[in-house]
């Protein structure tokens, strides 16, 4: 895609969302889609090929969290992959102070290259299984926000992120259309780990009919020590 056609296409998406973005950050946005479709080639970083969709699809979607996070606050992104949410969020928000967790160290270093590449500051890959990464003390309960996409389900979700929150920090989950089953499943899990669903917030991505809902959940008190538990098994046997 022509870096004019990209320009264009970008700001007018971010522009629906109330979002301001300036030229130096859609200069950003267009090397890290380059990037990612380059590196794309050797390693799996996403099925999503399509310029089009990788503005709406990754990046959008990404920033649709935008609006939760407090002003130079900290945020983790578990589990991000090619770095969704958590660089999009970078790039436009350079407030933030945001730690990539992933378990996979080729992604890692992926990461690692859009981060020099881009000049971001104030943002480290860490290579972590998300269970590892919790009981860490230099991590635990540090966080203002915990996030992540296409993870898991609520219940195992809550368990690799609340451990990683302060009380009164929030964990965010970005979820697809159909949620209340799984919302139902989840509540003693969210609730045991020191939790409390705050909102849900319902959309659709901008210029598609892609459904999103947003968990938001505040913490309300201490994750008892026990989890997260070892690697495994919070996926096995959810709470």
Same mark, same amino acid.
């Not at 780990?193 to 201490?222: A, Q, T, Y």
């Given at each position: 895609?022509?870096?004019?056609?990209?320009?264009?296409?970008?700001?007018?998406?971010?522009?629906?969302?109330?979002?301001?973005?300036?030229?130096?950050?859609?200069?950003?946005?267009?090397?890290?889609?380059?990037?990612?479709?380059?590196?794309?080639?050797?390693?799996? %970083?996403?099925?999503?090929?399509?310029?089009?969709?990788?503005?709406?699809?990754?990046?959008?979607? @990404?920033?649709?969290?935008?609006? +939760?996070?407090?002003?130079? #606050? #900290?945020?983790?992104?578990?589990?991000?992959?090619?770095?969704?949410?958590?660089?999009?969020?970078?790039? !436009?928000?350079? =407030? %933030?102070? !945001?730690?990539?967790?992933? @378990?996979?160290?080729?992604?890692?270093?992926?990461?690692?290259?859009? !981060?020099?590449?881009?000049? %971001?500051?104030?943002?480290?890959?860490?290579?972590?299984?998300?269970?590892?990464? *919790?009981?860490?003390?230099?991590?635990?309960?540090?966080?203002? +926000?915990?996030? #992540?996409?296409?993870?898991?389900?609520?219940?195992? %979700? #809550?368990? +690799?992120?609340?451990?990683?929150?302060?009380?009164?920090?929030?964990? !965010?989950?970005?979820?697809?259309?159909?949620?209340?089953?799984?919302?139902?499943?989840?509540?003693?899990?969210?609730?045991?780990? *020191? *939790?409390?669903?705050?909102?849900? =917030?319902?959309?659709?991505?901008?210029?598609?009919?892609?459904?999103?809902?947003?968990?938001?959940?505040?913490?309300?008190?201490?994750?008892?020590?026990? +989890?997260?538990?070892?690697? *495994?098994?919070?996926?096995?046997?959810?709470?």
């Amino acid at each position: 895609m022509e870096y004019n056609v990209f320009q264009e296409k970008l700001k007018k998406e971010c522009e629906k969302m109330q979002i301001d973005i300036k030229e130096n950050q859609i200069e950003k946005f267009y090397i890290y889609m380059n990037l990612l479709l380059e590196w794309n080639q050797k390693i799996n %970083l996403t099925a999503i090929t399509d310029c089009d969709e990788i503005i709406i699809k990754h990046f959008i979607d @990404s920033l649709t969290i935008c609006k +939760y996070l407090k002003k130079d #606050s #900290s945020v983790v992104d578990v589990g991000t992959g090619a770095g969704f949410p958590g660089i999009p969020l970078k790039i !436009i928000r350079e =407030d %933030l102070n !945001i730690i990539l967790v992933d @378990s996979l160290n080729k992604r890692i270093r992926f990461l690692e290259e859009i !981060i020099e590449k881009l000049e %971001l500051k104030k943002i480290k890959a860490i290579h972590s299984r998300a269970e590892e990464f *919790g009981r860490n003390i230099k991590y635990r309960e540090k966080f203002d +926000y915990a996030t #992540s996409r296409a993870v898991a389900n609520l219940s195992i %979700l #809550s368990e +690799y992120l609340m451990p990683l929150v302060k009380i009164k920090g929030k964990v !965010i989950s970005m979820k697809g259309s159909t949620i209340d089953e799984e919302l139902e499943e989840s509540k003693k899990a969210i609730n045991v780990l *020191g *939790g409390k669903v705050l909102e849900i =917030d319902e959309f659709n991505l901008p210029s598609s009919d892609i459904k999103r809902n947003v968990v938001i959940i505040e913490k309300i008190k201490n994750t008892p020590n026990k +989890y997260p538990r070892k690697a *495994g098994t919070p996926a096995k046997e959810p709470i």
